[in-house]
């Protein structure tokens, strides 16, 4: 439903399109996501938090998804569910959707888990200690990010309900999208920036995939600490496990954006680090350095990229 005051914005290049987005919150939100911008906005600047309420925050494909069950799984003791996880960490931005189920927050049980894409000035807040909830930020290199988010686009081409919002072009153009921030979610690198600022806060955790990747047990440990769910050595280590990459495609149609036998949306694809090598040219990297990477420079924040 496009107005005047959210126009549908899509870059094109010849045939090839960008996903279609409105802009609200500062940020590129995909059509698909709502079937009402204003209502949605209006939604998001008005969300009151709870102090239990439990975010897990990234930038599209950065381990939202794994970040999303490890948190489920501290909450249920190590409990291993088939319940698609939409509906045991909803997404927030879904609150309008309409191709899909719509959440509701409202009717969540406490502690709400919740998950998001918005950055760190565009989430609800808190205003005092009766409402300052917890964020747990998941970041990853945007190399592989950048590979994921597009072969994760391209695949929803599949799907009716999908179509007119996916991207129809190659790899070379979506690149171009990535350093321009024509993509879900805007820049990635103002968007990690603006949670990197916070990773002191209190009430932030700011994790990178590439260091999970590397000892899970011990981030599993660290998460459970952070929010502050006493779990013994052996529920530490089952969740660990549970949560691998291979843990986890045990149930591979849990791990889907919608319902469905279909293979529509699936999220688990390699989860490694170091896939983009498959895809970047010498060129693009350079490209892709001076554009995104350089952006981060003075701030501290430094990503891995090899396995
Ligand atoms: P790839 O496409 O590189 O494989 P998100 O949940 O934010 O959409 O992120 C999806 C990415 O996280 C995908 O990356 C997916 O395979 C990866 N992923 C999901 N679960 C994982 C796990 N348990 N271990 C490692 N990577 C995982």
Same mark, same amino acid.
Request: no cysteine; proline share 6%; aromatic share 10%.
């Given at each position: 439903m496009a107005s005047a005051a959210y126009p549908v914005l899509q870059t094109r290049k010849g045939n090839w399109r960008s996903n279609s987005h409105y802009r609200l919150k500062g940020l590129n939100i995909p059509?698909?996501?709502?079937?009402?911008p204003a209502k949605l906005e209006q939604y998001l600047s008005n969300f009151q938090t709870k102090s239990d309420d439990v975010f897990v925050v990234s930038?599209?494909?950065?381990g939202t998804t794994w970040t999303q069950e490890i948190v489920w799984q501290i909450h249920n003791e190590g409990k291993v569910s088939k319940e698609i996880i939409g509906r045991r960490?909803?997404?927030?931005?879904?609150?309008?959707?309409?191709?899909t189920e719509k959440p509701d927050f409202e009717a969540l049980p406490s502690p709400r888990l919740i998950k998001t894409h918005l950055t760190a000035d565009a989430i609800p807040k808190g205003s005092d200690e009766s409402s300052r909830c917890k964020y747990i930020y998941i970041s990853r290199n945007p190399k592989d990010i950048s590979v994921s988010l597009f072969l994760f686009i391209k695949g929803m081409m599949g799907a009716e309900n999908t179509m007119e919002n996916a991207y129809n072009g190659p790899w070379e153009f979506f690149v171009d999208l990535f350093i321009e921030g024509d993509?879900?979610?805007?820049?990635w690198n103002d968007h990690v920036l603006s949670w990197w600022k916070h990773r002191?806060?209190?009430?932030v955790l700011f994790l990178k995939y590439e260091e999970m990747q590397k000892d899970l047990p011990s981030h599993v440990r660290r998460i459970a600490d952070f929010l502050q769910k006493p779990l013994s050595d052996e529920i530490i280590d089952r969740i660990a496990e549970q949560c691998t990459f291979k843990g986890m495609m045990r149930n591979p149609?849990?791990?889907?954006?919608?319902?469905?036998?279909?293979?529509?949306? !699936?999220?688990?694809? @390699? /989860?490694?680090?170091?896939?983009w090598k498959n895809y970047f040219t010498p060129e693009m990297n350079e490209i892709f350095e001076k554009?995104? !990477?350089?952006?981060? @420079? /003075?701030?501290?924040l430094e990503f891995e990229f090899e396995p």
């Open positions: 059509t698909l996501n709502t079937g009402d930038y599209p494909k950065s960490v909803p997404y927030l931005e879904f609150v309008t959707v309409e191709y993509v879900p979610y805007s820049k002191e806060d209190p009430n149609k849990t791990f889907k954006i919608t319902e469905g036998d279909d293979d529509i949306g !699936l999220i688990l694809r @390699k /989860g490694v680090v170091g896939d554009e995104v !990477l350089a952006k981060l @420079k /003075g701030s501290g």
